[in-house]
């Protein structure tokens, strides 16, 4: 697998249209937008949950101190997140 290159001073934002939602029957986070429903796992989630105008590396640095993880280790994960997202067109850069 290649590596995703996202700037951290990228600030990822849910395209127009696209709403972060909890499901009232799972109480799963969903992507909810105009062709479907995506439901998120836990970590996809808590990152989507920080795509409120703070760079990707300040995703990363709030995941690392609330969980108490390597944010190196984090990074890949966040960014390879944020890349599917994007690529889906349910993100976008700001």
């Given at each position: 697998?290649?590596?995703?290159?996202i700037?951290?001073?990228?600030?990822p934002?849910?395209?127009?249209?696209?709403?972060l939602h909890?499901?009232?029957?799972?109480?799963k986070?969903?992507l909810?937008?105009?062709?479907?429903?995506i439901?998120?796992n836990?970590?996809?989630?808590?990152?989507?949950?920080?795509?409120?105008g703070?760079?990707?590396a300040?995703?990363?640095q709030?995941?690392?101190?609330?969980?108490?993880?390597?944010?190196a280790?984090?990074a890949?994960?966040?960014?390879?997140?944020?890349?599917?997202?994007?690529?889906?067109?349910?993100?976008?850069?700001t």
């Amino acid at each position: 697998m290649r590596a995703i290159t996202i700037s951290g001073s990228a600030q990822p934002r849910l395209t127009s249209g696209v709403r972060l939602h909890t499901d009232s029957v799972t109480s799963k986070g969903v992507l909810l937008y105009p062709e479907g429903i995506i439901e998120l796992n836990e970590t996809a989630h808590e990152i989507v949950s920080r795509c409120d105008g703070r760079s990707v590396a300040e995703i990363v640095q709030a995941l690392a101190k609330e969980y108490d993880a390597d944010a190196a280790a984090l990074a890949s994960d966040v960014r390879e997140t944020l890349f599917d997202l994007y690529r889906r067109k349910l993100i976008e850069w700001t």
